[in-house]
């Protein structure tokens, strides 16, 4: 073990460190986390075929299969841990994996099945990363029209515009021209000398945005989560990720069940900012009213309508039953949404790029016209 432990010189010596420490590691942890769905079905599987084995010895074969991979550092990571902390699995996941995961195979390794664990985050995460990829391609072509976009502006202020200054400006001086010459020029001035500062501030706030998804839970995320189109997409698929893992969490694994209050306790301490806010909501509602079903779910973690199924479900279902239903329900039906949301979305990007491309181009005409107006009184000045 130590000699497969000494080849992935990655930053970690002592169990004691931070987990999440080494550059080489931190990247491994990146990459993992798109990966995840796959390893936990393939462990499953492997589990599945060689009963008897414990978890290192399942883990071993993947240190030496995949070596310095993301899948060959984190398993030696992890038997590391084992080793040095006398941990469980789901202890020695900690810090490497999303704490959602660590609520579900820690209540199925408690349980005495950790196959059953691995199968359900494998289905929950395989469809969801689904539901992602759909809407990513999708949105692309949005994205790319607003480079275009940009491109063209660029062209517009720094190539065209300088270039009309030079050949008409000296024959028709700008303030002489048109309406929609002095629009043009204008534009192209304000290109020339604030076009960085508008880049540096759509940096800026993409930024903003990005980071907000998961950190950002002040007066006006309610209203953004229900009426802005991306915190939508990130409220459906966190949500949808959330109650399927929870549904899992809360599955009966042999004799035991855990209950949501519990499951819920123990997502709390590791969840991101926006999770957290949404669980403490639950838990207080769950506080107010014990015996609260689907109620308890109003907190805006999901849209209307997935609120008002997990409501229809719970009334005639256990909370346990209602969540594995509501996952799997979510699996099915969360890429079909996405993806026409990302397609409402495209539509609407590119047909707005489309029209002001057009208005530039239609505005070069108009341009055009009023510099041929404006020769033709100046020779008829001239002529008198």
Excluded: C
């Amino acid at each position: 073990m130590k000699t497969m432990l000494a080849r992935l010189p990655f930053g970690r010596t002592t169990a004691t460190s931070d987990p999440t420490a080494g550059r080489g590691l931190y990247l491994a942890i990146l990459d993992f986390k798109q990966r995840r769905g796959e390893f936990y079905g393939d462990l499953a599987g492997i589990m599945d075929a060689q009963p008897g084995r414990n978890i290192r010895e399942l883990l071993e074969p993947y240190v030496e299969r995949y070596g310095s991979l993301p899948e060959g550092k984190l398993a030696a990571f992890w038997l590391q841990r084992m080793d040095e902390d006398v941990a469980t699995f789901s202890e020695a996941l900690i810090g490497t994996v999303p704490s959602e995961d660590l609520t579900v195979l820690s209540f199925a390794e408690r349980a005495g099945d950790l196959k059953v664990g691995l199968k359900q985050l494998s289905e929950s995460i395989l469809g969801m990363e689904a539901a992602k990829k759909i809407a990513r391609t999708v949105l692309m072509t949005a994205v790319a029209a607003i480079v275009i976009f940009h491109v063209f502006l660029g062209v517009e202020g720094f190539v065209l515009m300088p270039r009309l200054l030079r050949t008409i400006g000296g024959m028709i001086p700008p303030e002489q021209w048109g309406p929609v010459g002095k629009l043009f020029n204008t534009v192209g001035e304000f290109i020339r000398s604030w076009g960085w500062a508008v880049l540096a501030l759509e940096a800026l706030a993409i930024w903003w945005v990005k980071w907000s998804f998961p950190n950002y839970v002040g007066k006006l995320r309610p209203w953004l989560d229900r009426n802005f189109l991306p915190y939508q997409f990130y409220r459906d698929f966190r949500g949808a990720s959330f109650l399927s893992s929870l549904g899992a969490a809360t599955t009966k694994v042999g004799t035991q069940v855990q209950t949501v209050p519990d499951a819920l306790e123990k997502m709390e301490p590791e969840a991101y900012p926006w999770l957290r806010w949404h669980i403490k909501q639950i838990l207080d509602n769950f506080e107010q009213e014990p015996n609260a079903k689907g109620e308890a779910f109003n907190t805006g973690i999901v849209n209307d309508r997935a609120y008002y199924r997990i409501v229809d479900l719970a009334s005639y279902n256990d909370m346990s039953t209602m969540l594995g239903k509501v996952g799997e329900i979510v699996r099915t039906t969360a890429p079909v949404e996405m993806q026409k949301k990302a397609t409402t979305l495209r539509y609407i990007v590119v047909i707005g790029v489309i029209l002001l491309m057009m208005s530039f181009y239609f505005g070069t005409f108009k341009m055009g016209d009023e510099f041929k107006q404006i020769i033709q009184l100046n020779m008829m000045m001239r002529g008198s």
